[in-house]
């Protein structure tokens, strides 16, 4: 029977990306957890790789190799795909399709092998503590989501804001959060709301390899109209040119990352637009606004960004006036 231990040796794929170096972090944490020895690694080196492989005759692993898919029979040619085998080297390979195929693939190591738990940070799961752990010669090969964007809200404002006297929430807050959610197969996320945009929080999920989408009061991840514009009535029908001089700002700050931009026009906080404008008295005249805005916003991202996802945030009185037939929205945004 193979196995690996304390002595195992990870090697690394020539060139580490943002997220897939986060995923490593956690794996060589885990098992120094369980084999109470920090892990050594390498790059990809055919010379190291000989020198892994002679002598080692008595079925230990002596080499984790992470790596990028070479062809579609290793490892299926689609997003976020994955497989852990081993090789004829006598290595354990864990291939990925793309970044978050690696991620996914180192992750489901840790889970499957080092028997970390998804959930060990937030319910104080320590995983049992390992001489060796036996690797069956069975491959497996990950199966496609059922869902495309998979995440969370963050509700910082309840959940995080205090932990730290440190504002806004530091990467040693945020880290965990995103660590689970990609222990748990998610790839998205909408970090936290009316946040001061010099927090890490935005940057560190895409660091970490998860898509950003945005929060129903802050549409395209625009700031929030009373907090770039004090005094001013937060009105579209008054002040159409600043509402989309925010818009345009988040676009052109986000264009290029991996976003899930979310359209919407519900109002400032957790209140509907129409207690800031209470010229929009019926359903059919708040639908009516709503779905200009909507467009206007759709336009305005297809403009700037090559093939965007989109989605309507429908929430709250949104999604009665959608349910009533009151709001139009585009047929490609989710």
Not at 65 to 81: F, G, H, I, M, S
Not at 118 to 134: H, T
Not at 172 to 201: A, C, K, Y
Request: with cysteine; hydrophobic share 40%.
């Amino acid at each position: 029977m193979h196995y690996i231990d304390g002595n195992t040796v990870y090697l690394e794929p020539e060139t580490v990306s943002s997220p897939v170096r986060y995923a490593l972090e956690m794996i060589y944490r885990d098992h120094e957890k369980v084999f109470g020895l920090k892990p050594s690694s390498e790059r990809a080196d055919n010379s190291r790789q000989s020198s892994l492989h002679h002598g080692e005759t008595d079925g230990r692993i002596a080499c984790i190799c992470v790596r990028y898919a070479a062809n579609e029979v290793e490892c299926p040619d689609r997003p976020e795909a994955y497989a852990v085998m081993l090789g004829q080297d006598r290595f354990l390979h864990i291939v990925g399709r793309d970044d978050l195929g690696l991620v996914y693939g180192l992750l489901h190591y840790s889970r499957v092998f080092l028997g970390v738990d998804p959930l060990w940070f937030w319910a104080e799961l320590s995983p049992a503590k390992r001489d060796r752990i036996e690797i069956a010669d069975v491959p497996y090969v990950s199966v496609p989501a059922a869902v495309a964007y998979r995440g969370w809200f963050v509700n910082d404002e309840v959940c995080l804001i205090g932990w730290k006297t440190e504002y806004p929430p530091t990467a040693e807050v945020w880290q965990p959060v995103f660590e689970t959610l990609l222990r748990l197969g998610g790839n998205m996320v909408i970090p936290g709301t009316d946040l001061p945009r010099s927090g890490i929080h935005h940057r560190l999920a895409l660091d970490m390899g998860l898509y950003v989408t945005h929060h129903h009061a802050e549409p395209l991840g625009a700031e929030m109209f009373l907090r770039a514009f004090p005094g001013k009535t937060a009105s579209y029908k008054e002040h159409p040119a600043l509402f989309e001089r925010l818009w345009m700002e988040a676009i052109e700050r986000q264009k290029g990352e991996r976003v899930v931009w979310v359209l919407s026009f519900r109002g400032q906080g957790d209140r509907p637009f129409w207690e800031n404008d209470p010229e929009f008295d019926t359903p059919a005249k708040r639908g009516e606004l709503i779905s200009a805005v909507i467009e206007k916003q759709y336009n305005m991202v297809k403009a700037r960004v090559e093939q965007p996802v989109c989605c309507m945030a429908l929430y709250g009185e949104l999604a009665e006036l959608y349910k009533e037939g009151y709001i139009r929205l585009p047929e490609e945004i989710i």
